[in-house]
């Protein structure tokens, strides 16, 4: 396994722009989670995926926010109309979907909105 | 709703000294308690999964316990590379989210 890998680190954008993060999932996981963290606390949940079926999703998200899965592979995280409130951690994690099953964090997309 | 509280928020040991770490939890039918490693900067890396009460699991210096209401991480003669932000965080019953306490920052001084 090569471990999940996210694209950017880190992306500083000004307010009122539009981003867009990248997350690769371990090969072969099925689930695919989006979390967010902020300084001092523990992750968040966002949302998560089973293959490209977007299955459960946290209050936290937003209209503003949105994720896709297309292929089931790799997913994407786009925040539009980016407020100071945005900036954080936002991690990806990946398990295989057999049940009881850990999840695996990438390194996260630092995202600072000035 | 489903809460962790993790205990101390801070904890600083001298290399050597042994301690634990607590995660206190509240869930509509847990499914599982993780444990999780943070280093500054970095993702969580996985240290164990718990499933139930009575349940012990061990690596390297680390122990992960599991009660009805508590999880307790002992870490013996700890070494400055344990040096971290340690998670913990369950899962429900119906939800596939992991609820996450704030952590433990744990540095260990050579």
């Known amino acids: 396994d090569t471990g999940v890998s996210q694209d950017p680190r880190h992306k500083i954008t000004k307010r009122g722009q539009n981003v867009t993060f990248r997350c690769d999932p371990i090969?072969?996981?099925?689930?695919l989670y989006w979390y967010r963290q902020t300084l001092g606390q523990g992750p968040e949940f966002l949302t998560y995926f089973q293959n490209e079926a977007q299955l459960e999703k946290s209050r936290l998200l937003s209209d503003r926010f949105s994720a896709e899965r297309p292929k089931g592979s790799f997913s994407t995280l786009e925040i539009q109309r980016t407020e100071q409130g945005d900036s954080a951690m936002y991690l990806c994690?990946?398990?295989?979907?057999?049940?009881?099953?850990?999840?695996?964090f990438g390194p996260g997309t630092r995202l600072t909105v000035t | 709703e489903d809460q962790v509280t993790q205990s101390p928020e801070a904890l600083r040991l001298q290399e050597g000294e042994s301690s634990s770490l607590n995660c206190s939890y509240t869930v509509s039918g847990l499914r599982g308690l993780f444990w999780y490693r943070q280093d500054p900067g970095k993702g969580p890396e996985f240290l164990f999964t718990?499933?139930?009460a009575g349940e012990e699991k061990e690596k390297e210096r680390l122990k992960a316990t599991l009660t009805k209401k508590e999880s307790f991480l002992h870490i013996t003669a700890p070494k400055p590379e344990d040096s971290a932000t340690y998670l913990c965080?369950?899962?429900?019953?119906?939800?596939?989210?992991?609820?996450f306490g704030k952590g433990t920052k744990l540095t260990v001084n050579p």
């Open positions: 994690a990946s398990s295989r979907g057999t049940g009881w099953d850990e999840q695996y």
């Open positions: 718990l499933y139930s």
């Open positions: 090969s072969e996981h099925n689930r």
């Open positions: 965080a369950v899962q429900a019953g119906g939800s596939e989210k992991l609820v």
